[in-house]
């Protein structure tokens, strides 16, 4: 929780938090009714883009959780901290995949019950 002050100067009345047996969870409010990005209407090209936007975000925001040169001094000039983000990325990603599949399998059963939204 610490390392989300200080990435969001601005406190987020709609997140919260909570600590499973093996991790910690921030959990978010949905219906805030901001904007939505459907990204299931995307191609390649609008997926592409839609994701170095989200990364240069992110990175500004992680830009702020420390001092900027000492970090790069500290990774030096090989691009071996970038592979090891690529590939947690990707683990990240699967890991993801793999548990909404759970949680369609928990709903599915009757495991779990959900609230589907319409699109608009």
Known sequence: MNGYR?????SDVFLGWSQGPRRHFFIRQLRDIKISVRVETFGRAEMDLYAAWCGRALALCHA???????????????????RA????SLAYADQ??????????AV???KVQAVFEEAR
């Open 64 to 82: 702020r959780s420390g001092n900027s040169a000492i970090l790069s001094g500290y990774m030096g000039k090989s691009d071996t901290f970038d």
């Open 108 to 110: 599915k059963q009757g």
């Open 85 to 88: 983000i690529a590939d947690f």
């Open 96 to 105: 993801n995949e793999s548990d909404h599949a759970a949680l369609e399998n």
């Open 6 to 10: 200080l990435m969001q100067p601005a």
